[in-house]
């Protein structure tokens, strides 16, 4: 089920409710009735930088008043972004861009999980009206308004008008428009229910025909304008003027104003902190109310009044002219010639004053239920499709052009995966003959040739490209299975293996070994594999899907329909080079929820070494090697044993995963002791320990920790970050004891293109010495050669 | 970020500026103290951004995302009676400033430090000066606010 997290920190923080806070409140209780299975609130815990989630009925009773229920409503449980569902959806209804966290950083990690943003956007006045924000709250609001137009969903406004605004910026910006929807704010205010006496100097200044203003007194809301129409005729014309609300920002002028005015508490009156009950009688008992903002994201007191019964007369500007309709009068902004027309016609004809009385009475406002229906509707536009995964899955599709691989691969599978029973091997017209003559036991052999899948398309010459390529265009043969596992010719299973390692109730199972947005490759040797890889991050970022990385290099169960699904919505997107598991798998993950369970990977062999990459998911098993010739030679992990399917296959594998587990276990308890260095560090002096490269002013700096602390003998991937304009500088690291070096490594060129590629961050595989190091203080000596000169940068290190 | 996204925001600066013109208003937030604020995680804090910021902005930049607040006007003014000094010298001096300063001692977010010292410790600080600073700023957290003006005056009354 699709959950909704909805921020609403704001409303557990502030005591008293006014403005944003009470839509909150009237929109969780209405959606809650509604939704109540689907929705979590989510409030943000600054000493933590989390969210916790709050247990939703004890947060509901605290809504209705249940004060008792305040403390127990924090679960203690926090929202962790892995296990957020593709597809379940994010809320924002809360100020939240005066709130502590950054949505320029939240929004984009929401993002790589597949989650769906959306939010309810009141106005965006800091930025068509920055004078009336402080500039604490401008500065917040660029950063929340520039996030949410670049990573929400949907975006839902309080007025037409508000989503005029919000488009015109898209536009400004040149960015697409985000999917809109309007839901006005609706208008419960129950009087009765408000207990408190109505004070005796309202009752007094309400004997009089009054003109009343409701709102904060803030620069926005124009009461000089009514002060200075008050002044020039309107207390001349017997009228009283009462303005009700508390003082706001940047008033101090207005606010002398107001306090020593010559006829405060005469004619003009000011009352703040009043009560529902006297705000109440004030509506009803008022001639009109005057509401002549200069700029609103929806004007609430409209909505009041009318309810009421009493008339609004209103400036002219689109959001009020939307919200009042045809029931207000309107005068045109801050001109009091306007205004004071329109206050004489309502004066000198009773038969027009009266006949809109009458026409009010017409008025229905929204309720909250409306505003919370219209939200709810909205939000359904994101609920992902529902779909369950096919179960029959008897083929195996590889693409292969190497015919002594592939024979050595199949009695593997033939042996281990019983439910395959045919293989379709996807390969050049040359060897099509050869293929289908492999001998087999028990599967069948088909072949889709190169000439069959092109169809006279030519073929890209780059092989990154080529594979993706020729995948995407497989996917229209009907030799394809419409359920199929698709693999390479070197995926060799170790032990038996069932549909459900790929299938999961209605579930297909997608295993990942690393996310695209962490993925380092080689910098100065990028390789095509990595360029697949940033291809494809830069996809998925790019259409906002979830960035797992599926390239575990075993096989995988596809649905030819959503592959090809995948391709009609991305046309064009054979010919770009993908990473063919990844780009397929989150964009499943982003159009239905529940298809996809991602799960760590269980292949082992990748890496083959440690050093080619730094590995950050752990395999839990190992169900598939990915089969490297290499490691089977010269002293390497596997060396001696047998690279093909025999009697003793079965024994050896036990033997190799056994030894490739101690491999893995033993990178990873080198990483672990790294964490702890690092978590140290940061005790002691609040930095992370980091490396970077810097060339500023023509001169090349190196910036390192004071002390570094590995393991001996380990391998590391250690993070570097650069900044410069030159090209090609050489870095290297080594590592000296007494002025003996012990180890040191092939420079690395810091090529720009490739960093660039690498967003400046790379990491520089290691080794700290060989084997036999002793463990003790040693120099590591972080050097740059930039062609001319070197510059070096000296670091204390402890091996362990 | 991608600087594509980051333009974006630069741009949307760019049109509140406008908009505020007419007003005479200043922002007074400088935009390069928004576009080093974009991508700084909760938990710490990328000071290599302080590089790319012109002196005379990078007071405000760095108290903003180191301490979350504003230095702006007088107190702002007060940290550029160095105003000789060149860019890297005087962002030099700052900061160490501040890692010397009982605010930095308080502050939560651990800062991920991409700034060369010339070879020099970015704590100049010895560690028992570090740890007395800490403990002293443990204990200044936890006195009530009245109570530490009292003090204030008290220690500014037997001053004068």
Known sequence: ?????IEITNLTEVRSLTGIQRVEKSVALEMYKMIREQLCFVVFKSDSYRFEMLDTDLFIDYLKGDKSAFDKMFSGKFLVYEEMKPGDIFFEVDAVWNGKYKSSVLLPKLKRYGVKI??????IIPITHPSYSHFNTRFNFINYIGAYLQYADILIASAQSTLDEINDLS??????????????????????????????????????KYILNVGTIEPRKNHDFLLDAFESGLADKGFNLIFAGKIGWNVKELEERIENHPLKDKSFFYFKGLNDASIDYLYKHAFLIAFPSKAEGFGLPIIESLQRGTPVLTSDIPVLREVGGEYCKYFKLNDIASFNTAIDELTNDPKEYKSLLTHIKDFKPFTWKETAERIVDALNTLKPEQRKAKKDVSQMVILTA????????????????????????????????????IPVKRITIDTLTDGEILKGRALPEDHGTRNFFLRCLAMGSEKVDDVFIMSDDDYRPLKTITPEVFIDNDSYVAYYCHELNEWKGVVGALSSYDHYIYRTRDFVNKHRYPGFQYSSHMPQIIEKELYQRMIKEHPGIESTGLDEWSSYFNFVQANYQDLIKSKPYICMCWPGMHSDWNMRVKPNEYLFENYYEFLYKDGNIFDGMSQEWNDKTEEENKIKI???????????????AYE???????????????????EKDGNVEIAAPKILEVKKESIMHIPFMYKGKKDGLKLSLSIEANKIRVANMEPLVLSLNDLAILENKFEVAFAFGPKGTPAGNYTLIVSVDDGNSMTERKVLLKLS | MTDYERDIYSKIYDITEENLKPTGLDMVTYKETLMASLDQEPSFVDLSVINDIPKERSVQALFYILFGRWVINDEEKTYYADSNDSDKDFKIKLLSKIYNSTERMHAKRVIANYVDYSGESNLKVGKFKRNLLKFYANIKAKIPLGVKSKIKNLFLGIKA
């Open chain 1, 676 to 694: 702890e260095y690092s978590d140290a560090y940061i005790k002691d002096r609040l930095e992370i320990p980091s490396f970077a490269v810097f």
């Open chain 1, 171 to 208: 536009d400004k910006l040149g960015i697409p428009r985000v999917k809109g929807y309007v839901s006005w704010l609706g208008s419960d205010f129950k009087a009765e229910k408000n207990d408190g006496e109505i004070p005796e100097e309202v009752i007094e200044a309400a004997k009089n």
């Open chain 1, 402 to 437: 190497r015919v002594e691989d592939i024979k050595n691969t199949l009695p593997y599978i033939e042996a281990y995966m019983p439910f395959i029973k045919k293989v379709l091997l996807c390969c050049p017209d040359k060897v099509s003959d050869e293929m289908k003559a």
């Open chain 1, 1 to 5: 089920m699709q959950k909704i997290y």
């Open chain 1, 118 to 123: 959306a939010c309810y956007v009141y106005d």
């Open chain 1, 658 to 672: 056994e030894k490739y587990t101690k491999y893995v276990d033993e990178y990873f308890e080198w990483k672990k």
